[in-house]
């Protein structure tokens, strides 16, 4: 923890001015810092998983430390922002929540990714939640000014329930106000001077990773109602203003199609697939549905529509077998140790949507691509229509509080084509590109340093203040073996 | 104290800083003309003339040996474009641009021989590998040694012509960091390392009318720095994946060190006080671009190549000397440095800018045959934000300044 501690400390170091002695060169003009009108004493984060700090599929010490709301922080402090108490894991469980490193590479060149599995935060004296394990809580209840829960949507914020549900949101609440205190309560009640909202990429997100499937079990899986994500929004920043006492910069949700997770599998498949395949059938949406997509529909740069997830590179190689290893592992996953169980789950599956899976997998009319692998153009149209009413509400609610917005829709979009900064290229490629961490969803460190710049930049625009940038090269990007 | 001096020499690091002149010319080829603003093309002052102006070698009373050498002390501060407030500044290690010249003839004939070892061209930059630009550049060191045979014939009182044969060694580190991060969070990095040669000539002409008046003109070619079979090693993540993409393990470059022609003044208003003026115009426009070739690709290129598209310029020079007594002369100078380097192009090997320079020196003649000069050069370039979007550098402001004293010693014969 030190080490990690020293390293952020070193990054803000190096990221400041200091003074040159003597005989040294001198610049005309000192450095330029100010708030403006704003008083950043007491900054608050709300968020999800982006503001956690979550990455590499997972929630972990390091990723916490280095996390946007405590760069935004630590900037802050340089013209007279206050303390920011994250909920961070200890040093003992700084592998958190658990997540993804990159090992190696396959013959292939394909990245295998290996689960961390020690020193976890995971909690095994208490029943699991509904949403996974309960996570150790973190030390600091009363004054957590990090409030990022990894998959929280704006529909789920607003209720009580909610924190029995999540253990990242449970591990920020004491026993007594589990399932009694919404999320909403929780944020409003600490009375920011200066917060930052990021919140309904999960709105989308949910119901864009699962393929456009909705969870039957999960309340939180599909794509909010515009009306609700629009109530909730707008009572969360009417919460966090106060009727503009503080002020805050908001951010919008970005393209989902514009993040790796939807955007590395699919040109690989189609670069693989024999010359003889021209289209293949994929179940759409929730139900047994079936939809044939043709091979040139796979999107690959700017042409085609059809996404595939990042999860699908596992099957995809299987196209044509006789298999229906994604409907066991589905179940094993379910059910990893009652093997009658986990037939009856298969079952459940086979009848449901319907597939026979000693037909072709994925050519097959019988035995389609699961749905959840596969985002197909109707199911972007509804995704795409969601992201951009709620970014429509977003941008009316910073209007109407007066708050800096941080367009990420915009931003993640106009970086499809890549950039080179100081000497480093990036882009959104996986892996390759800088950008991305491991799950090809988060961002990496150095991702969310470039973020709370273009944040900074925007709160310095809107409100007239001089915070500086940080360095983003001293974060960083994936690690290699 | 010979002896010691060469020592001294043989220890010290041979190279010039950036700091010094526009690019990577390190303007310190004479401890009279250092105090002098660096004038002196339109003088017969000593046997540096042999840099300065083959043509007035000729013109010199007497033969001998002459040693210098300058302790340039450079810094170079960085800072990121706002709103960033973070800063860097280099830690250049103490350079000892040196120059050594000695003329032969008898005293009654018109010609003399000469040869001079000096560094007119030469830099060393050191970043780091922490600053956010260590990407661009860690550390780079150019070093040029010229050694020039040289010959100068003294057609009349009045007129001396003379020329010279460069032969140019030296060599080139450049190290940097490559972003790509190993599992204990090391970043990687290359380091391209090779010797350099090169050749060119001086030719000169020197003129004086009247005893009052002298004018030199001077044509120093270019030379062209050819690094043959330089070696490449990289520090990498092991992985098979990434080290497949870095295989080369030689380069070759090529470096320009731009031809410059310089008219120089010399006026002697009383017997105790001489006025130098120069222009000196470098024709930097050779230098299009840095580029390296390589054995094996990196990251699937078999060469680099940034443009750096240099512009001539023109470099002004004013100084004075005044012989207070028989032991004593005094001067001072000043020059100002246009720099080659257009907009968008700044890179941080050469974050270069206008450059303004003053200077002061002495001699003391310690005895009939040997003379002790000494001299200072502060030279303060002006501050130059770019966004280096050009050549591929490092955007941000610049600021360097030098401090060179230097010291010489004169034994005639």
Redesign the interface.
Known sequence: MKNIFY?FGAAAL?????L?SG??????DD???SAGSLDLSKYVAVGNSLTAGYQDNGLYLEGQVFSYPNILANQFS?AGGGAFAQPLFTNEQRNGSGYL?LS??TAT?SPILQPVTTNLAVRTDAAPLPGGPRLAKASNLTGIQNWGVPGISVLASATPVYGGVNPYFERLLADNEVGQVSYVQKVVATQPTFFSVWLGNNDVLAYATAGGVVDQANPFGGITPTATFNAVYSQLIAGLSRNKTAKGIVATIPDVRSVPFFTTAGPVFKAGLPAAVTQFVVLTKSGAQRKVIARDDIRVGNTGTTLFTLTSSAYLGLLGQPTGKYWRDQARAKFPTDAAARDQEINRYLQTYQVDTTKMFGLSVENPLPSALVLDADEQAEIETATNAFNATIKAQAQTHDLAVFDAHNFFNSIQAGF?Q????YSPAFITG?LFSLDGVHPTQRGYAIIANEM??AI?SKYGS?????????F?????? | MKNKFLAFLGSAVLSASVATAGGFQANLQGQKQIGMGHAGTGLALDQSSIFFNPGALAHLRQNGIQLGVSALNAKIAYREPAPGISQAQTDNPLSTPFQAYASFGKEESPLRFGIGVYTPYGSSVNWGTLWQGRFGLNELTLQAIFIQPTISYRISDKLGFGAGFVYATGNVNLQRSIPLQASNYAEGQVELDGGASGMGFNLGVYFQPIEKLSLGLTYRSKVEMEVEDGDVSFVLPSSGLITSQFQATKFGAKLPLPANITLGIGFRPTEKLTIAADIQHVQWSAYKALRFDYNAGIRGETFSESPRNYEDVFIYRLGAQYQVSDILALRAGAYYDKSPVQAGYLTPETPDADSRGVSAGLTIALSDRIDLDASFLYINKKERTDDASKSGGVPGTYKSVAYIPGVGLNYKF
């Not at chain 1, 190096?14 to 200091?18: E, K, M």
């Not at chain 1, 100081?422 to 290229?425: D, L, P, Q, S």
């Not at chain 1, 001089?466 to 001293?474: A, E, F, K, M, Y």
Request: hydrophobic share 40%; net charge neutral.
């Open positions: 390293k190096l990221s400041s001015a200091f040159f005989c040294d060169p001198e610049f005309e450095v330029q810092v340089f490193r190696g590479f060149g080179t100081n000497g480093v290229a800088n900074i930049r310095n001089s915070i500086p940038t940080i360095d983003v090269t001293q960083r990007a994936v690690l290699f073996p």
